[in-house]
């Protein structure tokens, strides 16, 4: 299966965009198509310890979407210059098993599920998509990454931060606990990422504080861990806020696909039911 973003049909904002993504892997899905990637077994996963060497072996064993390839090198990628020099500024040499598969169906602007265990550099991923698929002569929000905890939304603030230190990119974290008025301030200063919890990132969409109308693509980092801290009706909320055209990344831990696919068959009944 082979997505085509040119060629997929148009579709209203309703509830289909984000089932259709989480359904893909049932493959019945008429109105989108989804890039797949999955890191099946690992033989080597980053220790907690060790910094910035998230290479899997070259012979990690995949299954993707049909056409996925692997590019060996960031310069292949068509990521841009300023960008590259952060992330070799960053210590990241050349790109993580799964980063060598996802990042170029990501930055063509495919919706993507991509799973991997731990420590195989999902999240490092998400940065430099963000990066790369951001304009930063905007400055509106045009990514939106949702976590399950504030420190997995902190840490990827400050890693896209650093990566994309020579784009001058502005994100900010919106996490539950912070300051809201600080959240205000700089939300109106105008930033071009924010990663955030969701009850904050809802709260401050609804306050109108975080517009939405330019945002592009939506990051569900660890959707399914988000399913299961309860998450569901707030990331529903927030994706009613969001535009029509919008892309989804989804990365999550591949022992937790299953629970994942059963609870959106679940998000998809409620909303049908709506
Ligand atoms: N291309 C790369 N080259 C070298 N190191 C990398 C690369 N990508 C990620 N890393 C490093 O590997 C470690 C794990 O990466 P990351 O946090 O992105 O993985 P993850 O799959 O999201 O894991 P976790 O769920 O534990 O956060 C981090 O220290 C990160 O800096």
Redesign the pocket.
Known sequence: MQSDRAQKPQIQNTHNTIYSFALTEISTNPYKQTTKISLMATTSV?PAN??????QPEDADFETTEGVKAIASFEEMGIKDDLLRGIYQY??????AI?QRAVTPIIQGRDVIAQ??????????IALTVCQIVDTSVREVQALIVSPTRELASQTEKVILAIGDFINIQAHACVGGKSVGEDIRKLEYGVHVVSGTPGRVCDMIKRRTLRTRAIKLLVLDESDEMLSRGFKDQIYDVYRYLPPDLQVLS?L?YSSLHVFKMKFLQFNLNFNSN
């Open positions: 980053v060790r910094r910035r060497t998230a290479l210590g990241f040499e050349k790109p993580s980063q991997a265990q731990s420590g195989t550099g999902k999240s490092s991923m990365p831990t």
